[in-house]
C-alpha cells in the first residue's frame, strides 16, 4: 500500500465517522460542526483525485457560507429539540428501509465502476504535459456550456432580488428599518438633556429628621 491509498483510507474513514455523527448528533450545533469536518475530508479526497478545482469550491462555497449561515442560523434561532425527537421511532422503520436500498443503489454503482478498467485519456497537442482540470473545466464551461451558465447567473441574480425585496418590505406583524435615515442620525434625535429641579424624597426628610431628634 503506498502513501495515495492510506491517505485516501484514513480520509474515507473520518468522512463516514463524521456523516454518522451528523445524524446522530443530539444538539444541531455539533451536527453542523461534524458536517463541516464531512465536507473537509470530502475535500481532501478530491484533492487526492486531483481535483483541485472542486476541493477549494467545497471549501470557499459549503464551509466558508453555506455552513457558516446554517451556525448562525441554528444558534439564533430558539430550537425545541425535545419537540424535534417526537416521532422519530415511529418513522425510523420506513426511514431505515429507504436508506437501504438507497445505500445498495450507491453500493451497485460504485462497484461496478471500480470493476471498470481505466480509460486511457489523451490531450491533442499536450503530450507528456502536465493538464490543468481547472483550465480545462473553464474552457469547457465557458465555450460549451455557456448558455446554461449564463441562465443560472440569471436565476441567482433574480433570486438575491427577491431576497433582498422580502427582507426590506414592511409588514404589519414585523419591525422595519429605514438605512438612509439610520445614516443622517444626530445626537438631537437620540439624546435628550431634560433639567430637573432637586427634589426631596421621603428617605431624605427622613433622615433630617432623625438628625433633629
Known amino acids: 500500500m503506498d502513501a495515495k491509498t492510506g491517505l485516501f483510507y484514513v480520509f474515507a474513514a473520518l468522512l463516514l465517522f463524521a456523516a454518522f455523527k451528523v445524524i446522530t448528533a443530539r444538539n444541531p450545533v455539533h451536527a453542523a460542526l461534524y458536517l463541516v469536518l464531512a465536507f473537509f475530508q470530502a475535500a481532501a479526497i478530491w484533492i487526492l483525485l486531483k481535483a483541485e478545482f472542486l476541493a477549494i469550491a467545497l471549501v470557499l462555497v459549503y464551509v466558508g457560507a453555506v455552513m457558516v449561515l446554517f451556525l448562525f442560523v441554528v444558534m439564533m434561532l430558539d430550537i425545541n429539540l425535545d419537540g424535534v425527537r417526537q416521532g422519530f421511532w415511529r418513522h425510523f422503520p420506513l426511514a431505515g428501509t429507504v436508506g437501504a436500498i438507497i445505500a445498495l443503489e450507491m453500493s451497485y454503482v460504485l462497484m461496478g465502476g471500480f470493476r471498470e478498467p481505466p480509460k486511457s485519456v489523451t490531450v491533442i497537442g499536450q503530450t507528456g504535459a502536465q493538464v490543468s482540470n481547472t483550465k480545462e473545466l473553464g474552457k469547457v464551461l465557458y465555450s460549451e456550456y455557456l448558455y446554461p451558465l449564463e441562465i443560472a447567473a440569471v ?36 439624546v435628550a438633556l431634560v433639567k430637573m429641579k432637586p427634589v426631596l424624597t421621603e428617605v431624605t426628610n427622613t433622615v433630617s429628621q432623625e438628625k433633629k431628634v
Open 155 to 190: 436565476i441567482l441574480l433574480v433570486a438575491i432580488i427577491a431576497a433582498i425585496a422580502l427582507t426590506l418590505r414592511e409588514r404589519k406583524d414585523s419591525k422595519s428599518q429605514n438605512p438612509s435615515e439610520q445614516v443622517r442620525v444626530k445626537r438631537a434625535d437620540r
